[in-house]
């Protein structure tokens, strides 16, 4: 008897209709996420990464949103559930930490008072026990002082501070399944640092399943175990975390990589970026969307990257018509795999 995962989207496809056309957003994406586990998504903006976790949340507008495919989570259909069921699990069994924690918390009310309204709305606890799990949740998260500060308001706390009363915030019902959103983009790399530990800490805590989404692959490297890299609203290589990024195989996952600093690199060294800029999802290219900045096209045969879109095997793999000698090959070469586009 096969068991289904805990988080599991089945071909979702996102369209927003727009006055210029329609914006295929997320383009035919599949992944599963169990309980315990990290998945960390990364991309360059537009890349469709958010818009796919905004879905599973269900926060879209209908009205100018199409939705296709299949989301469930803990077996309840996510897609074609009604408000009132994606209102109740929303802050209860899934949660969201967004980016900047400015614009999520309100500057009107105290930050105990945001952590505590969710946890009354959810349990109906009173106001006392509310209050009470607000400071226990400060404290969770490493707020010293978190008895005093639970009455200050959100322009009272620093940036990093501010992000940890959001995660307190977000986890105060204790959801199973948790979508961080850029969650340390805010921040210096030593609060970013903690506030991943944090993550980390938390979920071996609670078994909580956690999507991490990020532009940064440094970011996810460290706090996912399976890595989805996305581009132009589809996944375009997953596996487990080091293995991707030990054995990469897809054009675009290498121009991500050369773009990102590394602690062997001399200061004078130049870092790449991925050359040209990501594709209209108004009208996306056709063959493989990477192709227009992808070096490696007239290494596969028939003029296949411009006219047949590469499909994403199951597991472990890359949506990419190289062969796997070819990518040893650019790998062997010890050449830092530079797309070159056309
Ligand atoms: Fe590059 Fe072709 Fe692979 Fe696309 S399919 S990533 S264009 S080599």
């Excluded at 949660?95 to 969710?118: K, N």
């Excluded at 921040?187 to 609670?206: E, G, P, R, S």
């Excluded at 600093?261 to 594709?279: A, D, F, N, Q, Y």
Aim: hydrophobic share 35%; aromatic share 4%; charged share 25%.
């Amino acid at each position: 008897m096969t068991t289904q995962p805990f988080l599991s989207v089945r071909d979702l496809r996102v369209r927003f209709r727009t006055e210029d056309g329609v914006v295929r957003a997320v383009d035919g994406l599949s992944f599963d996420l169990e309980r315990g586990r990290t998945l960390g998504i990364v991309g360059e903006s537009g890349s469709g990464k958010s818009v796919t976790n905004l879905t599973v949340l269900g926060l879209h507008d209908p009205r100018t949103t199409e939705v296709v495919g299949e989301i469930t989570l803990d077996g309840q259909e996510l897609t074609t559930a009604p408000e009132s069921v994606l209102e109740k699990l929303r802050g209860n069994k899934m949660a969201m930490i967004f980016q900047d924690s400015l614009t999520a918390l309100s500057p009107y009310y105290t930050v105990g008072r945001q952590i505590a309204e969710p946890f009354r709305k959810h349990t109906g606890a009173s106001r006392r026990e509310a209050r009470s799990r607000a400071v226990e949740m400060l404290e969770k998260v490493g707020i010293p002082h978190a008895r005093q500060r639970v009455d200050d308001y959100p322009h009272q706390f620093s940036g990093g501070m501010r992000q940890r009363a959001m995660i307190a915030m977000a986890l105060v019902c204790d959801p199973e399944l948790l979508i961080a959103d850029e969650p340390t983009t805010a921040l210096d790399v030593t609060v970013q640092a903690q506030i991943l530990d944090l993550l980390k800490d938390l979920q071996q805590q609670t078994g909580s399943a956690i999507v991490l989404i990020s532009h940064d692959l440094g970011v996810v490297a460290n706090t996912a175990d399976e890595l989805l890299v996305m581009y132009a609203g589809r996944a375009v290589e997953r596996g487990p975390v080091r293995e991707v990024l030990r054995s990469p195989r897809h054009p675009y996952t290498w121009g991500l990589l050369g773009s990102m600093p590394r602690l062997t690199s001399s200061v004078t060294e130049p870092l790449t970026p991925i050359p040209g800029t990501p594709p209209s999802l108004l009208a996306p290219p056709p063959g493989c969307p990477f192709h227009p900045r992808c070096g490696y096209v007239t290494a596969v045969a028939d003029d296949a990257c411009r006219t047949a879109r590469p499909e994403l095997p199951a597991g472990r793999g890359a949506a990419c018509h190289l062969t796997p000698e070819q990518r040893r090959t650019v790998l062997a070469e010890q050449i830092r795999p530079r797309p070159g586009g056309e």
